[in-house]
């Protein structure tokens, strides 16, 4: 009746072309999350691209040279940032 279907059946692949996000980009996408997440805890003016080294296709990022916001640190935990 179905002679037309065989089972067990194959689904063709579909293969996406791949590009890399140049490193500019990536920069600026991960500076902008983290501010967005995290820029209440540091001073102003520390995450910004210059401070990144981001390559996501490989899930690595790095912030450097961030100065955290006394402020914030008094308030968590005084006893760690004294007056």
Not at 30 to 40: N, R
Request: proline share 8%; hydrophobic share 45%.
């Amino acid at each position: 009746m179905f002679g037309f279907i065989q089972l067990p059946f194959q689904l063709p692949s579909l293969s996406l072309p791949s590009f890399s996000v140049p490193a500019a980009i990536q920069r600026r996408f991960i500076a902008f999350v983290l501010q967005k997440s995290l820029g209440h805890l540091v001073k102003p003016g520390q995450l910004d691209g210059n401070k990144i080294n981001a390559q996501l296709g490989s899930g690595y990022v790095e912030v450097k040279d961030v100065q955290l916001d006394e402020q914030v640190g008094r308030m968590a935990n005084p006893h760690v940032f004294p007056q």
